[in-house]
């Protein structure tokens, strides 16, 4: 049986995507330093390691240990906005972390590495987003993503490390950090009706975005690993059609039947002002796929939220630069 290590498997995207390999025959081993996802998605039949990625002795250790045929690299600190202020935890974190598990792989000759960049690398002003475009990324996580990109494509020049990469963007749905307010707006918009707290909208809400379901993607990301015409490819995967933040705010009231919720809008921040991707180039290698309405796939996270409550919102503790931090995050 091939054995497969899954990074960030506690978190939101990687526990679903443990559940979709363990429809496959694959020794899945899954791994989670825990700051930010919960021991409780683990299901109990696969073998869940507490780490890091940045521990590089325990990395040798499980490499050792498994010799791993497939890596899916999801841990991340995935806070675009926050990054500004979080430089060096967020290259520590999303790049150096990932370049430990990428020398790994080439020293225990993986067969294929998966890796989940974002459409943060693409930046402002390039919409629809495509694979053949130069990526601008505008803040600190899609630079890291970017390096993390181009270090795997040298990698396989170099050593012949095949990889996938997908860019998927705006993903919600159950298992999702509902507690950090820092990132994932469905999230925190439905936390904040559970604790009865008025949306917090940054500027007029007029930001566009494609909210994309978990589990229209989770099944590509999952197969990719062994569909050898998509090695050494990039893939955007998500939702098409973009929707303002002031539209998602009301379709979540819909969703939780919470009809006229209240709406503090915050000063504006530095963000992209429309960003959503065309899907194309994954439709042409891995065929349609099943796609969840933004009202379905909100009922389906709204009922899992339901069932697990509001989560408590921390302050983030490591902020290096609070120079134009927007002051909800300082709260």
């Known amino acids: 049986?091939?054995?497969?290590?899954?990074?960030?498997?506690?978190?939101?995207?990687?526990?679903?995507?443990?559940?979709?390999?363990?429809?496959?025959?694959?020794?899945?081993?899954?791994?989670?330093d825990l700051s930010g996802g919960y021991k409780e998605n683990i299901p109990q039949e696969i073998t869940f390691i507490e780490g890091s990625i940045n521990d590089v002795t325990l990395m040798s250790e499980l490499f050792t240990k498994y010799k791993f045929d497939y890596v899916?690299?999801?841990?991340?600190?995935?806070?675009?906005g926050l990054s500004h202020f979080i430089r060096r935890f967020n290259y520590e974190n999303n790049l150096i972390g990932s370049i430990n598990l990428i020398n790994e792989?080439?020293?225990?000759?993986?067969?294929?590495?998966?890796?989940?960049?974002?459409?943060?690398?693409?930046?402002?002003?390039?919409?629809?987003?495509?694979?053949?475009?130069?990526?601008?990324?505008?803040?600190?996580?899609?630079?890291?993503?970017?390096?993390?990109?181009?270090?795997?494509?040298?990698?396989?020049d170099m050593f012949g490390l095949n990889y996938v990469i997908f860019r998927p963007h705006n993903v919600y749905g159950e298992f999702q950090n509902i507690g950090d307010k820092y990132r994932n707006v469905v999230g925190i918009f439905?936390?904040?009706?559970?604790?009865?707290?008025?949306?917090?909208?940054?500027?007029?809400?007029?930001?566009?975005?494609?909210?994309?379901?978990?589990?229209?993607?989770?099944?590509i990301i999952a197969e990719s690993a062994w569909t050898e015409n998509a090695y050494n490819e990039i893939f955007n995967v998500g939702a098409d059609i973009p929707?303002?933040?002031?539209?998602?705010?009301?379709?979540?009231?819909?969703?939780?039947?919470?009809?006229?919720?209240?709406?503090?809008?915050?000063?504006?921040?530095n963000e992209v002002k429309i960003a959503y991707s065309d899907h194309s180039k994954a439709k042409k290698y891995f065929g349609e796929r099943e796609h969840?309405?933004?009202?379905?796939?909100?009922?389906?996270?709204?009922?899992?939220?339901?069932?697990?409550?509001?989560?408590?919102?921390?302050?983030?503790?490591n902020i290096e630069i609070n120079k134009n931090v927007p002051p909800l995050w300082l709260e």
């Open 1 to 32: 049986m091939k054995n497969a290590l899954v990074t960030g498997a506690a978190g939101f995207i990687g526990s679903h995507l443990i559940r979709e390999l363990s429809k496959y025959s694959i020794n899945i081993i899954a791994l989670d």
């Open 72 to 80: 899916y690299h999801l841990a991340a600190y995935a806070a675009e």
């Open 105 to 156: 792989s080439v020293k225990h000759n993986v067969k294929c590495f998966v890796f989940t960049s974002s459409i943060a690398v693409y930046g402002a002003n390039q919409v629809p987003m495509r694979e053949d475009m130069t990526p601008i990324p505008e803040d600190p996580y899609g630079i890291a993503k970017l390096a993390v990109e181009f270090d795997l494509k040298n990698a396989q």
């Open 190 to 219: 439905m936390n904040q009706i559970l604790q009865d707290k008025p949306f917090t909208i940054f500027g007029d809400g007029e930001q566009q975005r494609a909210f994309s379901y978990v589990g229209d993607i989770v099944d």
């Open 243 to 269: 929707f303002t933040v002031n539209t998602l705010a009301k379709e979540v009231c819909n969703a939780l039947q919470k009809p006229d919720f209240p709406i503090r809008h915050l000063e504006a921040r």
């Open 292 to 317: 969840t309405s933004l009202q379905k796939g909100l009922v389906k996270m709204a009922n899992w939220v339901l069932k697990v409550g509001a989560r408590e919102s921390k302050k983030f503790k």
